[in-house]
T-cell receptor, first 117, second 115 residues
């Protein structure tokens, strides 16, 4: 029973390039969340998606960052024109359902460590 | 304002000692969930426990125990008879039922168990 898959695990980009991070949720999960962990810090929420829908992007930087979760295929977090400050670990999490007045724990992937040189 | 505070940045203990990791949270919701995650040196996040705001019963799982106190807004985590494999960063997190599904994470406590 595969868990949340993220690839690549490590990504190196030069300033100005684009970074694409992929996340495949656990089987049966239709909710995906992206978090960013800057060095020596906790995880910060970026965006919450369901298939073909962005539900909450309140944590996404206004520029250069975008996310999608298409009907088929993994969720993609895209960072255009990367800068050194984008260097971080990016975690994806998935959950099966959001119940009325409650939720299920989020299962985290192993993360993608982005280094911008 | 920080919703989850983990005041202990780093803790070192000698193997077999007990250690308590503190977590204080802040929320106005009456329905919320608290979590602990472990992040070993390899970097992945390992789910440890979830509690909802209506269940203040303390929980024990092997060497791990959790003390949920609504009166002090705390959800502390104790490791009994610590082992070297417990060395990791531990994160406390909060999710509020009425404000979306995002998790609010504390800044983590780095635990080092010295053999």
């Amino acid at each position: 029973n595969a868990g949340v898959m993220q690839n690549p695990r490590h990504l190196v980009r030069r300033r100005g390039q684009e970074a694409r991070l992929r996340c495949s949720p656990m089987k049966g999960h239709s909710h995906v969340y992206w978090y960013r962990q800057l060095p020596e810090e906790g995880l910060k929420f970026m965006v919450y998606l369901q298939k073909e829908n962005i539900i909450d992007e309140s944590g996404m930087p206004k520029e250069r960052f975008s996310a999608e979760f298409p009907k088929e295929g993994p969720s993609i977090l895209r960072i255009q024109q990367v800068v050194r400050g984008d260097s971080a670990a990016y975690f994806c999490a998935s959950s099966p359902l959001v119940g009325q007045g409650g939720l299920y724990e989020q299962y985290f992937g192993p993360g993608t460590r982005l280094t911008v040189t | 304002a920080q919703k989850v505070t983990q005041a202990q940045t780093e803790i070192s203990v000698v193997e077999k000692e007990d250690v308590t990791l503190d977590c204080v949270y802040e929320t106005r919701d009456t329905t919320y969930y608290l979590f602990w995650y472990k992040q070993p040196p390899s970097g992945e996040l390992v789910f440890l426990i979830r509690r909802n705001s209506f269940d203040e019963q303390n929980e024990i799982s092997g060497r791990y125990s959790w003390n949920f106190q609504k009166s002090t807004s705390s959800f502390n985590f104790t490791i009994t008879a610590s082992q070297v494999v417990d060395s990791a960063v531990y994160f406390c997190a909060l999710s509020e039922a009425n404000t979306g599904n995002q998790f609010y994470f504390g800044t983590g406590t780095s635990l080092t168990v010295i053999p």
